[in-house]
């Protein structure tokens, strides 16, 4: 038996990842002016309408674009080789944002949805952020 669509409505998910590496900051003049390294958490936010399943984008689709753009390319590295900015978290909330709509983009054709924000979390208590909003006020 087919179940019906309990709702087509927006939903945001969102998925959490984490990863290590080691950076400094160019031009800072404290302690993070050192080698040093993070835990990073990173919050990746999508939103969309569900689908006839009641899915807005399978979890598998946000873990194997994040895994392979950004985990298996930042992860255990010396960020300050692999970036051509400086590696504060706003820079690069920045880059993964656009990573991520990237390639996010490319699946959007079967599942109608947006990413919403992503959250860098440098630190347990320090994270930054950027949102949809946010970016497409900048272009």
């Known amino acids: 038996m ?23 900051l160019d031009d800072y003049i404290g302690k993070c002016a050192n080698l040093h390294g993070h835990t990073y958490k990173l919050e990746v936010t999508i939103k969309g309408r569900t689908d006839h399943r009641g899915i807005v984008v399978d979890f598998g689709d946000i873990k194997k674009i994040v895994n392979e753009q950004i985990i298996g390319v930042y992860d255990h590295r010396f960020l300050n080789d692999l970036m ?19 390639y ?14 992503v959250r860098l979390w440098e630190t347990p208590t320090a994270y930054a952020e950027l949102t949809r909003e946010d970016y497409d006020a900048a272009e």
Request: net charge positive; hydrophobic share 40%.
């Open 104 to 117: 996010l983009r490319k699946i959007a054709d079967d599942t109608p949805c947006r990413l919403l924000r």
């Open 84 to 102: 051509a900015f400086n590696t504060t978290a706003e820079n690069m909330v920045f880059h993964f944002f656009e990573i991520i709509d990237t």
């Open 2 to 24: 087919t179940k019906q669509p309990y709702h087509n409505r927006e939903v945001s998910v969102t998925k959490i990842f984490t990863f290590d590496s080691a950076h400094r």
